[in-house]
């Protein structure tokens, strides 16, 4: 089983756009072979983030309304349209090198997946995927949304698992362009559940289906072995 690294950001509401600038990072870093593939898991605070097949129309209210209600509105390269992340929810980003993974973009997808459902498994709850439409869904309801990016062979970006978010900020927007509900695994168990429960069982169940074995390291030790080969700015 090959070795890799765990960044798990705790302690609070993680900025958007320094995680962003984190990302790109590491994904150059994995380029050039600096560092092994490894996972972030954060939650970040309320931001509403529209990729490349999104429309403005999928945000439900101007921008400059939602800036006044404290959300940030980014858009970035990951596939899929408009989605929320926000306290609550886990928050996690593979940096792989799909090379390892037979370049397949759609196996990835899908093995993200399946490290959400065995997760959300483990907490009694049976998710399942709907075809054409990426995720974690119970029923019609979406539980887990997942969009990505592959830059020269290496991923950025993943998913967002709603553990006990605030579910009416989602009311924003067209969560993924297609009008359909959400809902939270608190609603599902019938009781709150924070995102340093789910956290570890995810980061379990992500090395088994990825078959890597996650050593944690800290922001710092990330950001000394960054700056030690390509000096980088980023305040996280």
């Not at 600096?34 to 129309?57: A, C, K, N, Q």
């Not at 698992?161 to 993924?176: E, G, S």
């Not at 169940?205 to 078959?211: G, K, N, S």
């Not at 072995?225 to 980023?234: E, G, M």
Request: proline fraction near 6%.
């Amino acid at each position: 089983m090959r070795t890799g690294w765990l960044l798990d950001l705790r302690g609070g509401p993680t900025p958007y756009a320094g995680a962003w600038e984190l990302q790109k990072a590491l994904v150059a870093a994995r380029q050039r072979e600096e560092v092994t593939d490894g996972l972030m898991l954060l939650e970040h605070e309320p931001v509403f983030t529209i990729g490349r097949s999104g429309r403005s129309d999928h945000l439900l209210y101007p921008r400059e309304l939602l800036a006044g209600k404290g959300f940030g509105v980014y858009e970035i390269e990951r596939g899929g349209s408009v989605t929320y992340h926000g306290p609550g929810q886990l928050v996690g980003y593979p940096i792989l090198d799909l090379r390892s993974y037979h370049e397949d973009v759609v196996k990835y997808m899908r093995s993200l997946e399946e490290t959400i459902i065995r997760t959300l498994l483990d907490f009694g709850i049976a998710a399942q995927r709907q075809r054409g439409y990426p995720g974690a869904w119970i029923g019609e309801e979406k539980i887990a949304a997942v969009g990505v990016a592959v830059k020269r062979k290496v991923t950025m970006h993943g998913f967002a698992l709603n553990v006990d978010p605030a579910l009416a900020h989602f009311d924003y927007i067209n969560p993924c362009g297609i009008g359909r509900p959400v809902t939270s695994m608190a609603r599902l168990v019938g009781r709150p559940l924070t995102v340093d429960e789910v956290r570890p069982v995810y980061a379990r169940r992500f090395c088994e289906v990825f078959e890597l074995n996650l050593e944690a390291v800290s922001l710092d030790d990330l950001q000394r072995v960054l700056s030690s080969k390509h000096p980088v700015a980023v305040s996280v």
